[in-house]
């Protein structure tokens, strides 16, 4: 955990404790290492995810670009994300204002469904709205399945320079602009004093009476149920009379009124939108998993592969990448690691072939192992009733050019 | 442990042939049971939603990090340990001295018995209050904008391991204490007053099954969704409350009737 | 007490009525009896309102937290069924023990107390949202309908037909005055949206995605696009079957005023 202000503090008493995390204002949006280690390996993989900037100022612009792929090895007993899903992004509520968000160019105001096996290129643009410290995740939200999170990336977002208040404008289709953060509240208010003082005048005509509850149950009884209705007064009829009338003349006026404020209005829209996905750029690598196997005391996964190179230039494997975490193969160095970036093992994967030449078919043993896979519970693979895995393998060629193509398959614990 | 009824009956300090008016003073005394309680209860209410407004987002995100188990874990632990006591404690103590002769019960006695009833319901209405308006819709408001992660997330530590555990702690002596000590409802039981105990007490029994079925089969934060449903049907034991209101009254009513009428002596 | 029950009750209980009836003329009495009301009505308020709330939030509250749930197809038919579940037992036992008209509006009053509170603390405090995104919706004057209509028929069962129906039409027009606003057109990358869709996209719920609102969905079958006033006369019909169903919950219930001689 990256708190270590908090750690900093030692064992100052709860108190301490309060104050300093009021000061930092330090905000985390987890929650997805509870979800079981295969089925976040075998969902989504997210990459290149990138926040920026990371300091910014109430008021200030944030975008998050990312890449994320649909994996193959989706998870039968999972509902699909064939069939509705939404991009959002992990805050701890609105704390952020989202302006834009798109998906391969097409607008995500609305849900939309992602075939798998294919790569979406996403971007979302925030404002930011409270200041703070904040481990923002992008999203998916797979209806019927929940929320698929990718790592987190922290934020500074101070207070604002002016002290004015934040506001959000728009301007609505009929010309108005409009400040959403208190939009219309004055007639919400009004309203709604209009309906509590009218409720509270009815409550308060049946219980200032001398004769309340006890009385009242006394004559009740008394009458029996056939004259009991002889306890109501004909003031208490005439008061009906005037509260049935004031409410239904009051609810017809509110009706009239708002309708004349606002001539024009439309229903809630919605609907799903359609997003044509990328294809996986494979490049001329053939990859066939043979086995796969992770230490259950340990911090690693093994794989051994059969890797074919169908092009004419060789193919370096440069990273794996499962559950949002990224192990490197430090031998290639074209991999990118983002500001800000977490769940990065930069020397995490050990490759048994330096780079498979142009034609040739070779047995690869990969080696992904680092305090990560403990720290991320990759370990707990052992309880899922499910033990299979997949991942993405990124390679260059001599170009310099970035493939990636889904691995996965069945893994076994080693116990010893 | 039963012990008989020998308390003094006096409700007013001063002579007891003042007539009915010094006999009436009694039940007029200011609430102190009433007063302290809802104090306490409030301020640990209050206490602890600072405690949720400073620390849930905080630190109470992952269930998984040093800080929530440094920071949350204990307050579940120390809730658990303080209800639990409090509640078995209190009823034990309660059921051991229990009374059994109901007529050794003087009518002001039992009256001032059911303005304690009232005392404790007054007591556990405020608390039903702060419930909700502080509680019930926090954690909705924090399921719809966090990631679920485990069952013991800020919000449920305080809604379903405390405030409305809180409210059966107080429930169930209240419970055993009117059975015991108003002869209305000595050696029987009061099927209203079972109802709104049980439907209460099992709401905790019943996060079993919403927290099972979260884990697979319902994944979204919809509050409205049919698995929340049982918390609902439990609510409705409240529809008890009406039957329960009317024994009560139909009991008080009488020794009201008989306890200030003009030509009553008091009884032995 | 029922008359079947009544007919059968004791000389002694009988005397001890007569000096019920008696008391009423003591002012020593009375002052107690006042008393009584003060705690009952504190004790008894109370209760209803962690009733309501519980039941109101888990049955119908998503669409009562954002504007952008409060559709014309689903909210007017979900709200009102929810309330008048809840309402029911309560008018029932009121009426018929001290024939007082004021479930419906006492509970559908403290909703609307309890939800302010509630979404100030927790949806504007706790997490950020701007009021007019989140503010309550009122039902009182549903529930003054619906009490004031029983006291003019003084019958539960005409009250069931007439206010129940009132109850469940009314709950658009009601709500309307504060509502349209949120029903404003924008446009967003060239997209039609309503403000209310506007903040439900701006304002971030992370785990509250758009497909998760279950709102209207346009279909061929709309009648002409009438769905407000086709929704309203359905949820009236709603209000009146499931009133009904729970005044008579209600007096199953309150025929359980009885004491068992154990713990079955």
Same mark, same amino acid.
């Given at each position: 955990?990256?708190?270590?202000?908090?750690?900093?503090?030692?064992?100052?008493?709860?108190?301490?404790?309060?104050?300093?995390?009021?000061?930092?204002?330090?905000?985390?949006?987890?929650?997805?290492?509870?979800?079981?280690?295969?089925?976040?390996?075998?969902?989504?993989?997210?990459?290149?995810?990138?926040?920026?900037?990371?300091?910014?100022?109430?008021?200030?612009?944030?975008?998050?670009?990312?890449?994320?792929?649909?994996?193959?090895?989706? +998870?039968?007993?999972?509902?699909?994300?064939?069939?509705?899903?939404?991009?959002?992004?992990?805050?701890?509520? +609105?704390?952020?204002?989202?302006?834009?968000?798109?998906?391969?160019?097409?607008?995500?105001?609305?849900?939309?469904?992602?075939?798998?096996?294919?790569?979406?290129?996403?971007?979302?643009?925030?404002?930011?709205?409270?200041?703070?410290?904040?481990?923002?995740?992008?999203?998916?939200?797979?209806?019927?399945?929940?929320?698929?999170?990718?790592?987190?990336?922290?934020?500074?977002?101070?207070?604002?320079?002016?002290?004015?208040?934040?506001?959000?404008?728009?301007?609505?289709?009929?010309?108005?602009?409009?400040?959403?953060?208190?939009?219309?509240?004055?007639?919400?208010?009004?309203?709604?004093?209009?309906?509590?003082?009218?409720?509270?005048?009815?409550?308060?005509?049946?219980?200032?009476?001398?004769?309340?509850?006890?009385?009242?149950?006394?004559?009740?009884?008394?009458?029996?149920?056939?004259?009991?209705?002889?306890?109501?007064?004909?003031?208490?009829?005439?008061?009906?009379?005037?509260?049935?009338?004031?409410?239904?003349?009051?609810?017809?006026?509110?009706?009239?009124?708002?309708?004349?404020?606002?001539?024009?209005?439309?229903?809630?829209?919605?609907?799903?939108?359609?997003?044509?996905?990328?294809?996986?750029?494979?490049?001329?690598?053939?990859?066939?998993?043979?086995?796969?196997?992770?230490?259950?005391?340990?911090?690693?996964?093994?794989?051994?592969?059969?890797?074919?190179?169908?092009?004419?230039?060789?193919?370096?494997?440069?990273?794996?990448?499962?559950?949002?975490?990224?192990?490197?193969?430090?031998?290639?160095?074209?991999?990118?690691?983002?500001?800000?970036?977490?769940?990065?093992?930069?020397?995490?994967?050990?490759?048994?072939?330096?780079?498979?030449?142009?034609?040739?078919?070779?047995?690869?043993?990969?080696?992904?192992?680092?305090?990560?896979?403990?720290?991320?519970?990759?370990?707990?693979?052992?309880?899922?009733?499910?033990?299979?895995?997949?991942?993405?393998?990124?390679?260059?060629?001599?170009?310099?050019?970035?493939?990636?193509?889904?691995?996965?398959?069945?893994?076994?614990?080693?116990?010893? | 442990?039963?012990?008989?009824?020998?308390?003094?009956?006096?409700?007013?300090?001063?002579?007891?042939?003042?007539?009915?008016?010094?006999?009436?003073?009694?039940?007029?005394?200011?609430?102190?049971?009433?007063?302290?309680?809802?104090?306490?209860?409030?301020?640990?209410?209050?206490?602890?939603?600072?405690?949720?407004?400073?620390?849930?987002?905080?630190?109470?995100?992952?269930?998984?990090?040093?800080?929530?188990?440094?920071?949350?874990?204990?307050?579940?632990?120390?809730?658990?340990?303080?209800?639990?006591?409090?509640?078995?404690?209190?009823?034990?103590?309660?059921?051991?001295?229990?009374?059994?002769?109901?007529?050794?019960?003087?009518?002001?006695?039992?009256?001032?018995?059911?303005?304690?009833?009232?005392?404790?319901?007054?007591?556990?209405?405020?608390?039903?209050?702060?419930?909700?308006?502080?509680?019930?819709?926090?954690?909705?408001?924090?399921?719809?904008?966090?990631?679920?992660?485990?069952?013991?997330?800020?919000?449920?530590?305080?809604?379903?391991?405390?405030?409305?555990?809180?409210?059966?702690?107080?429930?169930?002596?209240?419970?055993?204490?009117?059975?015991?000590?108003?002869?209305?409802?000595?050696?029987?039981?009061?099927?209203?007053?079972?109802?709104?105990?049980?439907?209460?007490?099992?709401?905790?029994?019943?996060?079993?099954?919403?927290?099972?079925?979260?884990?697979?089969?319902?994944?979204?934060?919809?509050?409205?969704?049919?698995?929340?449903?049982?918390?609902?049907?439990?609510?409705?034991?409240?529809?008890?409350?009406?039957?329960?209101?009317?024994?009560?009254?139909?009991?008080?009513?009488?020794?009201?009737?008989?306890?200030?009428?003009?030509?009553?002596?008091?009884?032995? | 007490?029922?008359?079947?029950?009544?007919?059968?009750?004791?000389?002694?209980?009988?005397?001890?009525?007569?000096?019920?009836?008696?008391?009423?003329?003591?002012?020593?009495?009375?002052?107690?009896?006042?008393?009584?009301?003060?705690?009952?009505?504190?004790?008894?308020?109370?209760?209803?309102?962690?009733?309501?709330?519980?039941?109101?939030?888990?049955?119908?509250?998503?669409?009562?937290?954002?504007?952008?749930?409060?559709?014309?197809?689903?909210?007017?038919?979900?709200?009102?069924?929810?309330?008048?579940?809840?309402?029911?037992?309560?008018?029932?036992?009121?009426?018929?023990?001290?024939?007082?008209?004021?479930?419906?509006?006492?509970?559908?009053?403290?909703?609307?107390?309890?939800?302010?509170?509630?979404?100030?603390?927790?949806?504007?405090?706790?997490?950020?949202?701007?009021?007019?995104?989140?503010?309550?919706?009122?039902?009182?004057?549903?529930?003054?309908?619906?009490?004031?209509?029983?006291?003019?028929?003084?019958?539960?069962?005409?009250?069931?037909?007439?206010?129940?129906?009132?109850?469940?039409?009314?709950?658009?027009?009601?709500?309307?005055?504060?509502?349209?606003?949120?029903?404003?057109?924008?446009?967003?990358?060239?997209?039609?949206?309503?403000?209310?869709?506007?903040?439900?996209?701006?304002?971030?719920?992370?785990?509250?995605?758009?497909?998760?609102?279950?709102?209207?969905?346009?279909?061929?079958?709309?009648?002409?696009?009438?769905?407000?006033?086709?929704?309203?006369?359905?949820?009236?019909?709603?209000?009146?079957?499931?009133?009904?169903?729970?005044?008579?919950?209600?007096?199953?219930?309150?025929?359980?005023?009885?004491?068992?001689?154990?713990?079955?």
């Amino acid at each position: 955990m990256k708190t270590l202000k908090m750690k900093r503090m030692g064992v100052s008493g709860v108190l301490a404790g309060l104050m300093l995390v009021l000061l930092a204002g330090e905000v985390l949006a987890h929650g997805e290492r509870a979800q079981l280690a295969s089925m976040r390996m075998r969902t989504v993989h997210w990459f290149d995810t990138k926040v920026e900037p990371l300091n910014v100022k109430v008021g200030d612009i944030v975008t998050v670009t990312g890449k994320l792929m649909t994996s193959e090895w989706w +998870p039968k007993q999972m509902a699909s994300i064939e069939d509705t899903v939404y991009l959002n992004i992990g805050v701890p509520g +609105p704390t952020f204002l989202r302006l834009h968000s798109e998906v391969n160019g097409v607008p995500m105001v609305r849900s939309t469904a992602f075939p798998l096996g294919k790569v979406y290129e996403y971007k979302t643009v925030l404002r930011a709205r409270v200041a703070g410290r904040y481990h923002v995740h992008p999203i998916l939200n797979v209806k019927d399945s929940g929320s698929l999170v990718d790592k987190g990336t922290w934020l500074e977002v101070a207070e604002s320079d002016s002290t004015a208040p934040f506001t959000n404008e728009v301007t609505t289709m009929l010309g108005d602009t409009i400040d959403l953060e208190n939009y219309a509240l004055g007639d919400v208010y009004g309203w709604h004093l209009v309906w509590l003082a009218i409720g509270i005048a009815y409550i308060l005509y049946w219980l200032l009476r001398k004769e309340l509850f006890i009385p009242r149950f006394i004559r009740v009884r008394a009458f029996g149920q056939d004259r009991a209705n002889e306890i109501i007064t004909k003031k208490d009829f005439v008061a009906g009379g005037v509260f049935f009338t004031l409410t239904l003349a009051t609810i017809l006026g509110g009706y009239l009124w708002a309708e004349h404020k606002y001539p024009i209005t439309i229903p809630l829209q919605t609907g799903k939108v359609d997003v044509v996905p990328i294809e996986v750029p494979t490049g001329d690598l053939e990859v066939v998993v043979d086995s796969a196997s992770y230490a259950l005391a340990g911090r690693s996964l093994t794989m051994r592969v059969n890797v074919t190179n169908h092009g004419d230039s060789p193919i370096r494997i440069s990273e794996f990448l499962t559950a949002n975490i990224r192990f490197l193969n430090p031998n290639v160095t074209e991999s990118e690691i983002y500001p800000g970036e977490e769940m990065v093992a930069k020397d995490g994967l050990s490759v048994s072939v330096d780079a498979v030449a142009p034609g040739q078919s070779v047995a690869v043993e990969l080696v992904a192992s680092d305090a990560l896979w403990e720290q991320y519970r990759m370990t707990g693979i052992i309880n899922d009733p499910d033990s299979r895995f997949a991942g993405l393998l990124f390679y260059y060629d001599d170009n310099g050019e970035r493939f990636f193509q889904e691995v996965g398959g069945a893994i076994l614990p080693a116990f010893f | 442990m039963a012990k008989a009824n020998t308390q003094s009956v006096a409700l007013d300090s001063g002579t007891l042939d003042n007539g009915a008016d010094s006999k009436l003073a009694g039940h007029f005394k200011r609430n102190r049971f009433v007063y302290t309680f809802g104090a306490l209860i409030l301020a640990v209410g209050l206490a602890l939603r600072i405690y949720l407004d400073t620390m849930g987002f905080t630190v109470g995100t992952d269930y998984y990090s040093d800080e929530f188990q440094t920071y949350w874990m204990p307050v579940l632990y120390g809730e658990l340990i303080l209800l639990g006591s409090f509640t078995v404690i209190l009823s034990v103590y309660l059921w051991m001295t229990r009374e059994t002769d109901a007529s050794s019960i003087s009518k002001e006695l039992e009256l001032q018995r059911y303005w304690k009833m009232l005392s404790i319901f007054s007591v556990m209405a405020v608390w039903a209050g702060a419930i909700a308006s502080n509680a019930v819709e926090s954690d909705a408001a924090w399921h719809q904008v966090t990631i679920r992660d485990t069952d013991f997330t800020p919000t449920h530590i305080i809604i379903f391991y405390f405030a409305l555990p809180a409210l059966t702690a107080m429930l169930i002596p209240a419970f055993i204490w009117t059975h015991t000590r108003i002869p209305a409802y000595m050696n029987k039981v009061s099927i209203p007053f079972l109802a709104v105990v049980c439907g209460i007490l099992m709401i905790m029994p019943n996060y079993g099954f919403n927290e099972w079925g979260h884990t697979f089969f319902y994944a979204e934060e919809l509050f409205a969704a049919p698995i929340h449903w049982g918390f609902v049907l439990l609510g409705w034991s409240l529809f008890f409350l009406i039957p329960l209101a009317f024994q009560l009254i139909s009991n008080m009513t009488r020794l009201i009737a008989e306890t200030t009428a003009e030509d009553y002596s008091q009884s032995a | 007490m029922n008359e079947t029950q009544a007919s059968e009750i004791t000389a002694s209980e009988n005397k001890g009525r007569l000096l019920d009836m008696k008391s009423l003329d003591n002012p020593r009495a009375m002052k107690l009896y006042r008393r009584f009301d003060g705690i009952i009505i504190l004790v008894l308020f109370m209760f209803l309102v962690l009733g309501i709330q519980i039941h109101f939030t888990l049955t119908a509250g998503d669409w009562d937290y954002w504007i952008d749930w409060r559709d014309r197809r689903w909210w007017p038919l979900v709200a009102p069924f929810s309330l008048l579940i809840f309402i029911g037992p309560f008018a029932y036992g009121l009426w018929a023990r001290v024939r007082l008209p004021i479930a419906g509006t006492v509970i559908t009053l403290l909703l609307c107390v309890v939800s302010w509170v509630s979404r100030y603390l927790n949806f504007y405090e706790f997490t950020h949202f701007p009021m007019s995104f989140v503010f309550p919706s009122t039902y009182i004057g549903l529930g003054i309908l619906l009490d004031c209509t029983l006291l003019i028929t003084r019958s539960l069962l005409v009250s069931a037909i007439t206010g129940g129906a009132l109850f469940g039409a009314l709950v658009w027009p009601l709500n309307w005055s504060f509502m349209a606003a949120s029903k404003v057109p924008v446009e967003l990358n060239g997209m039609l949206l309503s403000v209310a869709d506007l903040m439900g996209y701006q304002y971030i719920r992370t785990t509250t995605p758009e497909y998760l609102r279950i709102i209207e969905e346009s279909t061929l079958r709309t009648f002409g696009g009438s769905v407000t006033p086709l929704t309203a006369v359905f949820s009236g019909l709603c209000g009146i079957v499931v009133y009904g169903l729970f005044l008579w919950i209600g007096a199953r219930v309150n025929q359980l005023e009885i004491f068992s001689k154990r713990i079955v």
